[in-house]
Structure formats: C-alpha cells, structure tokens
C-alpha cells in the first residue's frame, strides 16, 4: 500500500498519467510482477528507490538492502555483488541511478567474471536529480546534469546485455526476455535494464 505522507516528501508529482511519480509506480509494478519471492534488491541512493521505500513490498527480512544513515551514491552495484556472493544462485536487482552507477560502474567485471546474477535496473533521468532536488536554491551554480555516457556501449564493453526501455511503459516487456528471465531464474549472468525517465 502507499504510504501517501512519504510519497509527498520525495518532490515528485503521483496520480498524474506521464507523471513522474506514475513512471516510478509503473517501472516498480513491473518489476515486483517480475520478481520471484526470492530475490534481492539492493537500492543505491535515487528517487526510483526512495519511492520503491513506500511502492515496492518487502515481505522477509534481508530482501531489500540499502545503506541507511550513511547516503553512499554508487552503493547499488557493489552491494548487489556482495548479496549475489553472500546467497548464491539468488537473483539480485540493484536499483540504481545514472549518476551514482557511474561511481561503481568498473565494478560489472567481477559481476561479469563471477556471473553474477544481478539485474541492473538503471533509472536514466540524465542527472543528479535527487542531489539536485536536496540543494534545492542553495546552490544557485550546481548544475546536476552529469556527463552522460552511453550505458549500451558501456554494457558493450564489459559484455553485459543492455535492454533500453524508453519509458516505464516498456519496462514489463523488456523483463519478459528470455536473458532477462534467465537472470530473475538465477541462472545468468548480470543484464541492464535502462529506463528513461521523463525529468
């Protein structure tokens, strides 16, 4: 169920169809009807996550990892590589954003080296948008926008399957994929799943 109070603190609109909020429940909708009830999630600091807090149920202790209290971007890859070690065979889905992947990326080696069976769920909104919403005005010269590399041509090259999902729309689609399911299964290695979230 939501919790409406904490749904209100992230900034972001819900209930609006192409709403921001409404891309956040569609892509964790998909995900959770995706999801066996075994599996991980590991979520980096991002609004995907902070929504999926109060949208994404969590019914058995240790199934939903994340770094209280200590606010570490780039968490979401390493930790879902320390669960998939820790509970082999258990899928595992790092939640994370475009800008705290890219504090960890280089880390898709040992996923890879190890197959891994980790689902990266990349929430693309082209910025460090939850920094950029906590500084507020603040810091009137900050710019969030990060360099934006081409996560496909990442995923290329450290020989990981890449999904491009245009919008949360395309989410449920793309993880009914035969490679994807086979990761969900446990039985592959790391994939990405790339959504684009509207800003």
């Known amino acids: 169920a939501d ?16 709403s921001l909020g409404e891309e956040m429940r569609t892509t964790l909708a998909a995900l959770h009807k995706a999801l066996p009830p075994q599996a991980v999630i590991v979520g980096d600091l991002c609004g995907l996550v902070y929504a999926a807090w109060s949208l994404f149920p969590s019914h058995r202790p240790r199934s939903f990892l994340y770094p209280v209290g200590a606010g570490p971007l780039g968490f979401g890859l390493p930790g879902a590589i ?12 790092a939640l994370v954003g475009d800008g705290g992947l890219q504090f960890s990326l280089q880390e898709l080696a040992v996923a890879v080296e190890q197959s891994l069976p980790i689902l990266i769920l990349l929430w693309n909104n082209r910025s460090l948008g939850e920094v950029a919403h906590h500084l507020g005005d603040n ?21 990981v399957p890449h999904v491009l999902c ?9 993880l009914c994929r035969a490679d994807v399911q086979r990761t969900l299964a446990g039985r592959g290695g790391p994939m990405m799943v790339e959504v684009l979230s509207v800003q």
């Open 3 to 18: 919790a409406p109070e904490a749904l209100a603190r992230l900034g972001v609109e819900f209930g609006r169809p192409g």
């Open 82 to 93: 320390g669960a998939a070690v820790a509970w082999p065979g258990t899928p595992v889905v």
């Open 139 to 159: 810091f009137a010269n900050f710019d969030p926008a990060t360099p934006l590399p081409d996560f496909a041509r990442l995923c290329s090259a450290y020989r």
């Open 166 to 174: 245009p919008s949360a729309a395309d989410v449920g689609q793309a």
